[in-house]
């Protein structure tokens, strides 16, 4: 799942009439108001001021928290209780199963919203698992997550690893080689070779066509055996000094950029912004991103923006969402804060295409995830609970391990909480 990161958790006012809760209510000056709850980097900050901008009688409010884990918390709380959603919600990947279970609280996008947001405007796997099991449309697309590595060209060079482009293509072909190069790294330098073991176990798992659920929603993780293969083979990570020991997107995670405190970290394209904002200006140019990523590739995250039934303004809320998810915008909302458009123009296009990132090294990041989105053939199925499983079970336990507990200890603790969440 996709974690993406804000300094603090907040609520940006985006016009000073907004209040929060099923749209900002209609104010005596007859416009239409909206309200959008988004967490992390959307992006959307100055594409909402271009649309009220095109759109006089449309006021919109953005409720914003830094993490996904407590705006979802809020977005089930408040179905629960039948009112205080907002006209628009997003919803990452990690969450939108369990929200599928819930569909009869949600507009049908494809019913209310514009004829231009038709399927064809995405992948059609991220278009595809917007849909709940009766074809109801609940979500359009925002971005997705495709794997790149992100890695210190300073710090390899120091170990006398390769750190050009075709050296570091051997040392990522696959996770076999990936952590036998940290533990050469950690083993030169008595330094860590990448962040958290969170984030690595996380791109591992979700390379995976099943991961902790089945498509019967049938709970897998005691006997899916790439999950136990995963788990094995970043613990053993863990036992040779590889980690970090970081807690990911913490205070230390954030401040271990800064420090040089790790060599490597799964790059995402949502995770770009987060490695030049905690990096900070000393350390442009020392970072790189590479296609190279160990077994090929993958997707992890990726969002998306549904109408729930207690909005007001329905038919407006899905125009916003429309407007907000069409390529152009998804363009913008990439160069602005990193997260990788799912539409198939957006891919195609030039102005992403040529789009270069200058902390990188001038890296052309648009052609390069743009190919690596190519490599994903369909989204891993996510069950009802396999956000908390990720966020709550997997984490913890792998956390755990860091501190001092034995990996076979650690896996009963995550499959023991797994099978609790999911009840």
Request: proline share 5%.
């Amino acid at each position: 799942m996709r974690q993406r990161v804000v300094v603090a958790a907040l609520a940006v006012a985006l016009v000073a009439a907004g209040v929060g809760g099923c749209g900002a209510g209609d104010a005596s000056d007859g416009k239409v108001h909206l309200s959008i709850a988004t967490f992390g980097e959307f992006g959307y900050e100055d594409l909402l001021k271009e649309y009220q901008a095109e759109h006089p009688n449309v006021v919109v409010t953005q409720h914003k928290v830094g993490q996904a884990a407590p705006h979802h918390q809020e977005l089930f709380t408040k179905l629960a209780a039948g009112s205080g959603l907002d006209d628009v919600e997003a919803v990452e990947e990690g969450y939108l199963a369990q929200v599928l279970t819930k569909a009869d609280k949600f507009n049908d996008l494809s019913k209310i919203g514009p004829a231009d947001a038709g399927p064809d405007r995405w992948l059609p796997w991220k278009y595809d698992a917007g849909k709940s099991k009766d074809g109801k449309l609940i979500g359009y697309g925002t971005d997705i997550g495709p794997l790149a590595m992100c890695y210190r060209k300073d710090l390899l060079q120091q170990a006398g690893l390769p750190s050009d482009p075709d050296g570091v293509k051997a040392l990522f072909a696959s996770w076999q080689s990936y952590f036998a190069a940290g533990k050469t790294y950690a083993e030169k330098t008595g330094k860590a070779w990448f962040d958290t073991s969170t984030q690595i176990f996380n791109a591992m798992h979700n390379q995976h066509e099943v991961g902790y659920y089945d498509k019967n929603n049938t709970l897998v993780v005691a006997t899916n055996p790439d999950i136990k293969a995963d788990w094995d083979a970043v613990t053993q990570a863990i036992a040779d000094k590889e980690s970090a020991k970081l807690v990911s997107f913490s205070n230390e995670w954030q401040a271990g950029f800064k420090t040089s405190a790790f060599a490597t970290t799964v790059c995402p394209a949502w995770m770009l912004g987060s490695v030049e904002q905690n990096s900070g200006p000393d350390n442009k140019g020392k970072w790189a991103v590479t296609d190279a990523f160990p077994n090929g590739g993958g997707n992890w995250g990726g969002s998306y923006l549904t109408v729930p039934l207690q909005s007001k303004h329905p038919k407006e809320a899905a125009e916003l969402a429309a407007w907000l998810t069409a390529p152009q915008q998804q363009i913008k909302a990439f160069v602005a804060k990193g997260p990788f458009p799912s539409q198939v123009q957006a891919l195609q296009s030039p102005e992403l295409l040529n789009q270069t990132n200058a902390y990188f090294g001038d890296a052309k990041t648009g052609a390069l995830y743009a190919e690596q989105a190519k490599k994903v053939a369909k989204a891993q199925y996510k069950g009802p609970q396999d956000g908390q499983i990720q966020d709550n079970v997997f984490a913890p336990a792998l956390q755990a391990v860091e501190q001092g507990k034995a990996a076979a200890d650690g896996w009963q603790q995550a499959v023991a909480g797994a099978q609790k969440a999911a009840k």
